[in-house]
């Protein structure tokens, strides 16, 4: 049987590029630079790969014209039929190929109603790649079921691909950080990930693995690695380019600066650094555009204002109550007891300081009963704690 020229190409150049892009291929040509395009390394390349490259690079207009050049005319309505439904999003484009199987069953990893059903053994980076896709369809629906998919691409990834085995790695790192949170086997997967690109020109790949390591050093309280990792994702997610990301990192470098313990004039600075990250995180969670984020980075910013050392700590307490009271009045609309209940307790915390103990007593008692009503009891435990203290102050201020 008379092998198309796509089919010379092993491995092909799945799994590289961001859907939809990631199902497209490049034909076969007299040429031993497949490990150059499967690093994204254009410095080489023959003619007949240029398209791939003005895909990458989001020049579609000029991919068009580069496709146009291709031979194989099968490829050609293929690689077409990718671009029309990246710009459409229409399913049925996709079902309107007729061609080869192998190329109308990677056109149907694409659609979420056929991509389980999709069945592509006859080649072992097809096949890697549609465990791959079905596990990114069951991340967020069954994370168990995604984790064996990606465990099966794994099993069979024997070829080289580093960006494709990397986005592979990356997505179980992602899911198991996710559902059981960190770990420094975890570290150690990421810390793999970033080795298999080292040599690879893709920087938000990269930029995404430097800001999970930044939040898994985080959590094991090494600020020092934190910030390294996170400084090096805003090298890759700047405000112009990604202001998600960069408004996300901010926020998270911010509070990881704010964890620690203000006992020097070195610490205090640091903390004072995390103010700026978070006030950077509010330049972009706007309460019109990220409502949610914009709560959690306000209520970080606000706590971060009640232990921050100033001349005027009174200052900062006023100004941290405003914030608390923007952030509660959006709670209780959402229906978000917890964030509620949350939200009371540091208010009834910054009343005590600023000593109104009789609303500051109010608020917690409220704070107090949400949480024993959503059986979150350590949290009840923290207010008692704070009423003991009111309850001190109380008593030193009469004299008991």
Known sequence: MLLMAWEKIFPQTVGILPSPFSVILVPYTNTENLNEILELNFSNIPSEWRFFKEIYLGNFDKAKEEISYLEDEELKDYT???????????????????????LEKLLSLLNPEEVMNVELTEREDFYVFSEFIKAKFLQNKDTSRAIAHLDNALRYFSFESPIFKAQVLLSKANIIFNEKGASYHLIQLYLEILELLKNVNIPELKGEIFYQL?????TFGDIYEAVKYYSKALEVFTKENNPYMYALINNNMGLAYLSIQATDIESQVKLALGVQCLKKALEVFKKEEFPEEWASATL???????????SNPTKNLIRALELYKEVLAYREKTGNMEGYARVLANMGNVLAHLGHLKEAKKKLKKAREIFISLK?????????????EIQSMEAAKNGE
Request: hydrophobic fraction near 40%.
């Open 80 to 102: 077409i039929t990718i671009l029309k439904f990246s710009q459409s999003n229409d399913f049925s484009v996709l079902k309107n190929f007729k061609g080869h199987r192998l």
């Open 300 to 310: 970080n910013y606000a706590n971060a204002l009640v232990y921050l050392p100033t």
């Open 376 to 388: 979150l009891f350590e949290e009840a435990a923290g207010v008692d704690e704070i009423l003991k």
């Open 214 to 218: 930044g939040n898994l050093y985080s």
